[in-house]
């Protein structure tokens, strides 16, 4: 059974730092990894998506690495600014059968003090 | 472009009583999910619809139903609500076809409180 683990679960940085959060699974045939962030009292806002073809995404600060055989993945964020401040999921879904069973991580709370 | 729109946003239940939570989405997709959020459970699968006219039990689907209406909407209908059931549960809705297919859309929630 595919288990989506996320470590540290919460994580406090000053304003300006690179940072990365970590994502680990234990299946590695997978289909799509995806980042997710959610603010409080919010739904889950798309970040990034990674085939299982692709090693990497990138969107403006944000750099989403997957590395299947070691069943890792790492989004990267670059000079971390306050309104970075939310709790970050990330996703799995198995090799398709047509539908996108996602499993998640239980996320990183982030928080960015200015 | 609305995307995924859930209603209502807030419910307090009584033990017993039912409810239906709504679901729309306008991105012309297949799938529909129901998940719910739990702390420090993350997000489970309760059911979910791969098609118009199709629905499939996810990991926790006891005490719960669903409707696939149409390929707009989906409901979720809790029959006789209990406390283990507060929780908050979101709707979403994987892109299918040409780009990022996969890439999983959700709704705001919806916070159900069963007292």
């Known amino acids: 059974k595919q288990e989506v683990t996320q470590i540290p679960a919460a994580l406090s940085v000053p304003e300006g730092e690179n940072l990365v959060l970590n994502c680990s699974f234990t299946?590695?045939?997978?289909?799509?990894l995806q980042w997710f962030r959610q603010d409080p009292g919010k739904g889950l806002t798309s970040l990034l998506l990674i085939q299982s073809s692709q090693r990497e995404q990138t969107s403006g600060r944000l750099n989403a690495s997957l590395d299947k055989s070691s069943g890792r993945s790492t989004l990267y964020i670059a000079a971390s600014q306050p309104g970075d401040s939310a709790t970050y999921l990330c996703a799995v879904t198995p090799s398709p059968s047509g539908t996108y069973k996602y499993i998640f991580g239980t996320g990183t709370r982030l928080k960015v003090l200015a | 472009n609305a995307g995924v729109t859930q209603t209502p946003k807030f419910q307090v239940l009584k033990t017993g009583q039912s409810m239906t939570l709504q679901c729309a989405q306008d991105?012309?997709?297949?799938?529909m999910y129901w998940y719910r959020q739990d702390p420090g459970m993350g997000l489970r699968l309760i059911y979910y619809?791969?098609?118009?006219?199709?629905?499939d039990k996810g990991e926790v689907p006891n005490g719960y139903n669903v409707s696939r209406l149409n390929k707009r909407e989906f409901s979720l209908r809790l029959e006789s609500a209990a406390p283990s059931q507060t929780s908050v549960y979101f709707c979403?809705?994987?892109?299918?076809?040409?780009?990022?297919?996969?890439?999983?859309?959700f709704g705001e929630g919806s916070r159900l409180t069963v007292l």
């Open positions: 991105m012309n997709h297949n799938s």
């Open positions: 299946d590695s045939a997978i289909y799509n």
């Open positions: 979403a809705s994987p892109r299918q076809g040409t780009g990022n297919t996969g890439e999983l859309f």
């Open positions: 619809s791969a098609s118009e006219g199709t629905t």
